[in-house]
């Protein structure tokens, strides 16, 4: 596959882009302020080969602990979803690939976001649209993430690629943190390594040094002495995974955006005193060791943790270059 054409208005995110596909036609625009023939004419220049759109519209509105907040507010960016359709509908790409948060298929009645598009897809004429939940660390990738994909098609059945890893395949076992990132240099936190690419982690406090140092490989805050909690961690049960360590024989917990902060997660190197880098969370996504990332700690971490994980893309990738053989697409 040949990218051709991206669109993002966030200009760290372009940055990114940018340095590591400098050939690829880049919009630095709004998508709601893109206008349509914009797009289409990119499209049609590219014609007659096969064309996929991938488009991940902000997961934030349909996050399980945002969702109840959101329904009481009008966030606009659940409607960023229902605008790739109406690029999907004008350009008639042969593929249409989504990725979102497990939550958004709740969102499938006729009446929400989900839904919506669903019945946008069908209207356009494609027949065939197959979406599920799919499990990261099913897929070769060192990390609980589960997330709905979804792929549509116009030419014929199609279906998401096949498990690689876990009961029932080729390879029972799943990929451990230590198999990504077991073998990158020493740093401290707040330090970044001088020559590895992106190897940089975030400073901690003195109290959150004595916290993790506290702290065993795969423990968290119910390993630490009484004066070191809050009262608040008395009370609660929920986010249990602030304050813990990495287990270096398990996948890593789901990266977020704030997949470089300590008290954000589960995003303690499992014996190094300091969270993960940005470098070692881009490998738990399965990144290349030469990708590079652009912005400040924040910035990049965000673009980390809203990635699609690498080796998930390059399955769904291998999956719809096989439908269009299948269908006669593709020669």
């Not at 270096?248 to 303690?268: M, Q, V």
């Not at 190197?269 to 969370?281: F, G, K, M, N, V």
Request: net charge positive; glycine share 6%; hydrophobic share 30%.
């Amino acid at each position: 596959m040949e990218i051709v054409f991206a669109l993002d208005f966030d200009p760290d995110s372009r940055r990114t882009y940018q340095t590591n596909f400098p050939s690829t036609h880049y919009v630095f625009k709004n998508i709601r302020k893109t206008p349509i023939s914009e797009v289409r004419s990119i499209v049609d220049a590219q014609r007659p080969n096969p064309l996929l759109f991938c488009g991940c519209a902000p997961c934030q509105p349909f996050t399980r602990h945002n969702r109840k907040q959101i329904e009481k507010e009008d966030d606009d960016r659940k409607t960023l979803l229902s605008r790739f359709a109406e690029f999907v509908e004008a350009c008639k790409p042969d593929i249409v690939f989504i990725e979102n948060v497990a939550g958004l298929e709740e969102e499938k009645s006729s009446t929400r976001p989900f839904g919506e598009f669903l019945q946008s897809l069908r209207s356009a004429g494609y027949d065939y649209i197959k979406y599920s939940k799919v499990r990261a660390m099913k897929y070769g990738i060192p990390q609980c993430r589960c997330r709905l994909v979804l792929l549509a098609s116009r030419h014929g059945p199609i279906e998401l690629p096949s498990e690689t890893n876990g009961p029932g395949t080729d390879n029972p076992s799943y990929e451990t943190v230590r198999n990504w990132i077991g073998n990158l240099p020493p740093i401290e936190a707040g330090d970044e390594h001088e020559t590895f690419l992106n190897h940089r982690a975030a400073r901690l406090s003195e109290l959150n040094l004595e916290r993790i140092r506290a702290t065993p490989e795969g423990g968290g805050r119910k390993d630490w002495p009484e004066r070191f909690r809050l009262e608040c961690h008395n009370n609660t049960t929920g986010y249990s995974d602030v304050y813990g360590r990495m287990a270096w024989d398990r996948p890593a917990t789901a990266l977020t955006t704030r997949c470089i902060s300590y008290s954000n997660g589960r995003f303690g190197h499992p014996d190094q005193d300091r969270a993960i880098s940005i470098r070692e969370a881009a490998c738990l996504q399965t990144f290349p060791r030469d990708f590079k990332f652009e912005g400040s700690l924040a910035s990049m971490a965000r673009q980390i943790g809203n990635a699609v994980p690498v080796k998930l893309a390059a399955s769904i990738g291998r999956q719809i270059n096989k439908h269009l053989k299948e269908v006669g697409v593709l020669r």
